[in-house]
């Protein structure tokens, strides 16, 4: 085995293993320790990933993905079915973003393990599972696979939902775990008409088309694109990602928000787009539609929130719309605003739900009308939720920008008189981003302090500080060099679009 495809097995093996450790080993902290220690490993296995001897992603004259490293062993040879994981430029940038936010989490569990039915190695374990899970489904080549990886997160993530959620954890947990089972039947079915009308589950040869017919391809982008947009979560198929967030541990809605959401745009692009790309143009305007609905109901419903996690969770619809509507543009610019938007929500979305956890520890509520004054007693705890919300809304020079800003570019560049209108219409979108960050800045941290806010301590951790400092570190760097992301997926993104009719 070459270095590469050791590094792929750890990155799958080594969380793996180290849920197995933690669930094992004596003691809660010791085991809380030794499940840091895992993903502190599976982040450094991740990291040397990037380039390779292959190069960029390649199509030959027939459509053939040529990952940096890949590995394809057989796995169920009666079925034609292989065990083959392969990275590249559209999928690194993810796998690291997914270890490094499972490592903050779990870090964070060794200074504060949230109240509920567990303790806090069991959530730990929990937390490298759903790594297991996220990571294998973007590393995985085989359609087969990759639809197993995909439902691996379901279990665990219900259970930190329903194990250490807020009051009403139960009924949200329950609504995740249905929703999500709603789009796997829908995976499934997808799956199974591409595979059966191809005579295989290699997303090598798949992608392009790989012979399928007009009609097959249609049926399969309506399917997949279908279960993709409820994991997304895409309107109107995203009324559990609120309360899954809201009644989600801080830990637990940092992974749903940073790279559980991923999961479906990424297999979105990859999947549904590099599999069927003739259903992938004739749903485009669809698409289109459906993605400017998100953002503007998004941000219409967030001026409306009155609670912190619940305008956070909102908030993800219609930044999620703009990664939606970027795809759906089937153009470069469009492809490379939706993956740096992925990379950009993860990491500020996961600042946001650390902070708003860490008011919501201190001040024991989440009403806006009950946070006033936030600055006066904890300014350093105001003055990042303040950075986080104008990285949110798109300011120039913070991550949010280019995600957002690109997409309506590419709506433009795709022309005529309905992509130019949702163009607008995204637009307007970011005004309301704009607007219900601003109002939330000025309910937190302007005025008077109320009086759960009057007795806050004005410091911070030093856990808290460093489970935070990597997510402001990257918010800036991806802002200011957006190249980090888009200089990895440029090749890739070319070959994408050159087999979409």
């Known amino acids: 085995m070459t270095f590469g495809q050791v590094l792929l097995v750890a990155v799958v093996a080594v969380p793996a293993l180290g849920a197995l450790a933690t669930a094992v080993v ?67 940038p993810l796998v690291v973003l997914t270890a490094l936010l499972t ?10 393990v949230p109240t509920g039915g567990g303790s806090g190695r069991a959530l730990v374990a929990l937390l490298l599972v759903v790594e297991v899970g996220i990571l294998g489904t973007f ?14 997160v379901l279990l665990p993530m219900y259970a930190v939902i329903a194990g250490w959620g807020g009051a009403d954890r ?5 609504k ?4 999500t089972l709603f789009g796997s039947v829908l995976l499934l079915v997808g799956v199974y008409v591409v595979v059966a009308a191809a005579g295989t589950a290699d997303l090598v040869a798949l992608t392009g088309g790989a012979g399928l017919s007009r009609g097959t391809q249609l049926a399969a982008f309506t399917l997949l694109a279908l ?40 297999g979105l692009i990859r999947v549904a787009v590099g599999v069927a790309p003739e259903g992938a143009r004739w749903a485009a305007p669809v698409l289109g539609v459906l993605a400017v609905a998100a953002i503007l109901v998004g941000g219409l419903v967030c001026l409306a929130q009155d609670d912190l996690k619940r305008l956070i969770a909102y908030s993800s619809v219609g930044h999620m719309g703009f990664v939606l509507l970027g795809v759906a543009t089937l153009t470069a610019t469009g492809i490379q605003a939706a993956l740096i938007g992925n990379i950009a929500h993860g990491v500020i979305t996961g600042l946001l739900f650390f902070l708003a956890g860490a008011v919501k520890d201190r001040a024991h509520t989440g009403s806006l009308a009950e946070l006033s004054g936030l600055r006066e007693t904890a300014p350093r705890l105001a003055g990042l939720l303040g950075f986080a919300a104008v990285a949110s809304l798109g300011l120039p020079g913070l991550a949010g920008f280019w995600g957002e800003a690109f997409a309506v570019v ?3 560049q795709r022309g005529g008189p309905l992509w130019l209108t949702l163009a607008v219409l995204a637009a307007l979108g970011g005004a309301l981003t704009a607007a219900y960050f601003l109002r939330l800045l000025r309910r937190v941290t302007h005025g008077r302090p109320s009086p759960a806010v009057a007795g806050l301590p004005p410091g911070l951790a030093g856990a808290e500080l460093t489970a935070w400092a990597p997510l402001v570190l990257l918010a800036l760097a991806v802002g200011l060099a957006p190249a980090l992301v888009l200089s990895y997926a440029s090749g890739p993104v070319e070959a994408l679009l050159g087999v979409v009719p």
């Open 410 to 412: 590419a709506a433009v």
């Open 103 to 112: 490592l903050l989490c779990c870090a964070y569990t060794l200074w504060r």
């Open 227 to 266: 279960a993709f947009a409820v994991k997304s979560p895409l309107w109107p198929l995203h009324s559990w990602l609120p309360d899954a967030h809201t009644q989600a541990p801080t830990v637990g809605s940092v992974i749903l928000a940073g790279v559980l959401l991923k999961m479906g745009t990424y």
């Open 176 to 179: 995740f775990a249905l929703y």
């Open 26 to 92: 004596p003691g809660d902290r010791a085991g809380r320790v030794v499940g840091t220690a895992a993903a502190a490993l599976t982040l450094l296995a991740t990291l040397p990933l990037v380039g390779g001897d292959h190069g960029w992603f390649g199509y030959g004259p027939r459509p053939a993905v040529q990952p940096w490293h890949q590995l394809d062993l057989q796995w169920v040879p009666g079925l034609d079915l292989r065990f083959h994981l392969g990275v590249d430029g559209i999928s690194w």
């Open 170 to 174: 139960r009924r949200a947990a329950r």
């Open 139 to 152: 590393l995985a080549l085989d359609l087969v696979l990759f639809f197993l990886f995909f439902e691996v």
